[in-house]
């Protein structure tokens, strides 16, 4: 999360620049600070062009209209802004710091470090401008800098939950699971995540005696699969636990072991003594990288769960894709790809490819003419019992960053992840395996949005994998 130039506020060295310019650009300023603040981005930006098309090169207006702009997606034309805006005043770190933040949402990571830099040289007190290189420095993988420079942010603004939570999110990276997890309490102060309010405690982590807990399930699918690993070793503290979590995983989850009962969002809740969320489990029983719980599988689907995969006259490895995530995840735009990455594995004889892929990215199959090249098993699959059971009866899983990754390893099941070059913080950073699934093998770009060598190198693995 990058921190932008707030919308309609000039630079401390023009304090009376609303004042100085025509009553009709002062007019369409308002009015589309009014629309910006209200988040009608679209609304803003007519506002903000309308003052334009009378002062066109004045930096405020340009800074603002790119931050709106960054808002509805449109990054080039962000970038254009910024860039007017420098060269109109080339001393402003404000816009300097906004185009390094547009640039960093494109990828281009070393431009953006530049132009962040150059935001400090021009303000040294300019505590948004260490943060947001932090940011970079992070996606980089220089998580020692990055945490150095969140550090001194926080010096200033000890509480800003921004800053504590991409500290978190670098120190997990790093594998320091102790203070990382510590500092991941933050996730509560972001607008994603609602903490919910009761008047039982939150469980300390000491001995139950018979107590009953409730767990709920906080965020998407893979982290309910990725962390419900916990659930045995809370019973093990001697209570009873009810397990709340998203209806899609109910089939699958309830005959797992550790969990008393199990229900959907949005049900009426039983009576308990004490609670927590799922993700807050690592920090209460103080697990460092050797100590989470790693042994799988730790789900077994139900007997009656799936149906049976046909398999072609011929097949000799059968191998379950999965080339898209949720698009509304903030970080869709760098995981998901397309089908068509996936289909030089269909050109090795005896390869058999399933789709598991679920969503409209489904489109693709058909779009791409890879009907016949990619047989399709998702559409079949009610909820993630049945996505389960289908697994066991593959060979291999190969799928970008999603909760097909976390089933596959929680079901020991092999499987090949897709992994961008700024990974979420549980891939951590190089190594080619997981501290989480021991079935996982990791493959991750060397180069932002570069997947030509992630899939070659997955192709030379699995020829040498079915041909030795």
Not at 164 to 170: E, F, Y
Not at 279 to 294: A, E, G, Q, T, Y
Not at 427 to 440: A, I, L, Q, T, V
């Amino acid at each position: 999360m990058s921190t932008e130039a707030a919308p309609g506020k000039p630079e401390k060295k023009q304090p009376d620049w609303i004042d100085t310019v025509p009553p009709r650009v002062k007019e369409s300023f308002l009015a589309a600070v009014k629309a910006h603040s209200a988040g009608k981005y679209g609304e803003a930006v007519t506002h903000y062009a309308m003052a334009l098309s009378i002062l066109p090169d004045d930096p405020v207006l340009l800074t603002n209209l790119g931050v709106a702009l960054r808002e509805e997606g449109k990054f080039k034309a962000a970038e254009t802004c910024y860039r007017r805006a420098v060269a109109v005043r080339p001393d402003s770190p404000g816009a300097f710091s906004n185009l390094g933040n547009v640039l960093r949402r494109q990828g281009r990571l070393k431009e953006s470090v530049n132009c962040h830099r150059r935001a400090i040289e021009l303000d040294r007190k300019f505590i948004d401008a260490y943060y947001n290189l932090g940011l970079v420095l992070q996606d980089l993988g220089k998580l020692d800098e990055s945490i150095r420079l969140f550090n001194y942010c926080l010096k200033y603004r000890p509480g800003d939950h921004r800053i504590n939570w991409d500290k978190s999110l670098a120190l997990l990276s790093k594998g320091d699971f102790i203070n990382g997890f510590e500092l991941y309490e933050y996730r509560w102060k972001r607008e994603e995540l609602t903490l919910r309010h009761f008047r039982q405690p939150v469980w300390d982590g000491s001995p139950l005696n018979g107590k009953t807990i409730f767990i709920y399930g906080e965020q998407g699918f893979g982290d309910t699969l990725n962390f419900c690993r916990y659930l045995p070793l809370v019973a093990e503290a001697g209570g009873k636990v009810i397990f709340e979590c998203q209806p899609e995983l109910v089939s699958l989850l309830e005959g797992m072991d550790g969990i008393d009962a199990i229900i959907r969002n949005g049900e009426r809740l039983p009576d308990f003594d004490v609670q927590s969320p799922l993700l807050s489990l690592p920090r209460i029983m103080k697990h460092d990288l050797k100590s989470i719980p790693r042994k799988c599988p730790y789900i077994i689907p139900p007997a009656q769960a799936g149906f049976p995969v046909h398999v072609p006259q011929g097949t000799k490895f059968k191998i379950g894709i999965v080339w898209a995530g949720k698009p509304t995840h903030k970080n869709d735009h760098n995981r998901s790809v397309s089908i068509e990455n996936f289909l030089p594995f269909a050109g090795i004889p005896g390869v058999t490819l399933y789709s598991l892929q679920k969503g409209p990215e489904t489109a693709q199959r058909e779009k791409y003419g890879c009907g016949l090249l990619v047989r399709d098993l998702g559409s079949g699959c009610e909820d993630f019992a049945d996505t389960a059971k289908i697994m066991g009866q593959l060979d291999l899983i190969i799928t970008v960053d999603t909760s097909v990754a976390h089933l596959a390893g929680a079901l020991n099941v092999p499987v090949w992840v897709a992994i961008p070059y700024n990974p979420d913080w549980r891939w951590m950073r190089k190594r080619k395996d997981s501290p989480w699934y021991p079935s996982m093998t990791l493959f991750r770009q060397k180069k932002a949005g570069d997947w030509d060598l992630v899939f070659s190198s997955m192709l030379g693995a699995l020829k040498k994998k079915i041909f030795g």
